[in-house]
């Protein structure tokens, strides 16, 4: 019988903190992007996700996601309401901590996803019909899709596919979903001919600061415990951050003359991006490689939105959505079992079948998050309307949804 390792709770339980932590990060990250009369707003969608998405995991989104499988494809309801989920060691995930530790990890998840999903659409959604949006996607989909990569007897888990800490289940599902969003919302009004220069880029720095440093909770914690692959693990996403940093800088600077600090800032989450389902699975100088690669692949993933004409506000699509892919396909081409025991070997240390499985649970996570994700907004749109009036988008989603200004000058 396994017992709980004191050393393993406490450093889940600091990445829990950590990963928590990131989503209010995410909100400064966003917020300091967007004009100042929806700063609020915008701050607002990440941080009511902390509740309501909390609120769902308890009752129905943790058994859903990892509870006993259901035919490959969702967990049981056997946790509902966290029946069943105590402090006892969970021999089926992580053999040394308590299980409500696994399920406390794993609902900062859950909350990040779909606020990451916010930044394409800021500034112009109802904030009655977000509610509602999330509680249907993170069922509907974050929850099926979990499962799918992540849970005992999940589909793409028995299929070989390798997923370290969520570049498929948080970035792939959350980039494809604002996608959806992207074309079915529309365009803020005035895009393209209006300037919609962030308002306050030092915030979006500092928001870049904490996701980088709660990024380590992210990877490192995914190992499940203190150790050497936790190490490994924690190694790589700094490397991988720092690499993408410059490369994108670098790229910005040759391409259009002057370095930026916005440049900075998207460049290491682009490499946070990429290395999060690679973390646990490929050495140092992998992870100097993914990250270069990302940093100059997602700077150019951005001009996507300019050349097929959909406005991804915040570039949702082209730093998650890219580089996740990116990655999750990286680590089908770096993964090495001298890493990590419990994975594969990728294509460059002779197993080219794992690049295959990789290419597999990308392409099953575009298309079922695309199409659902599409029919959910479709039926909101119809249903409750999915954008303010063209009054109170010009007047700013602070005033207009909240009733609040984010500064009194």
Known sequence: MNAINTGDTAFILIASALVMFMTPGLALFYGGMVRSKNVLGTIMHSFIILGLVTIEWVLWGYSNAFGPDLGGVIGSLDWFGLSGVGIAPFKDYAGTIPHQAFMIFQMMFAIITPALITGTFAERIKFSTFVVFTLLWCTLVYNPVAHWVWGIGGWLRDLGALDFAGGTVVHINSGIAALAAALVIGKRKGYGHEPFHPHNLPMTIMGAAILWFGWFGFNA????????????????????????????????????????????????????????PAAGFVGPLSALMIGLAAGVLCYFAIFLKHKLGYDDALDVVGVHGVGGTFGALATGLFASKLINEAGNNGLFFGNPVQLGIQAIAVGVTLVYSFVVTLIILKVLDWTMGLRVEHEDEQAGLDLSQHSEVGYNL
């Open 221 to 276: 914690g995914s190992a499940l415990g203190a150790n050497g692959l936790a190490v490994s693990a924690f190694v790589t996403t700094h490397i991988a951050a720092a690499a993408a940093t410059f490369s994108w800088v670098f790229t910005e600077w040759m391409y259009r003359g002057k370095p930026t600090t916005l440049g900075a800032a998207s460049g290491a989450v682009a490499g946070l991006v990429a290395i999060t």
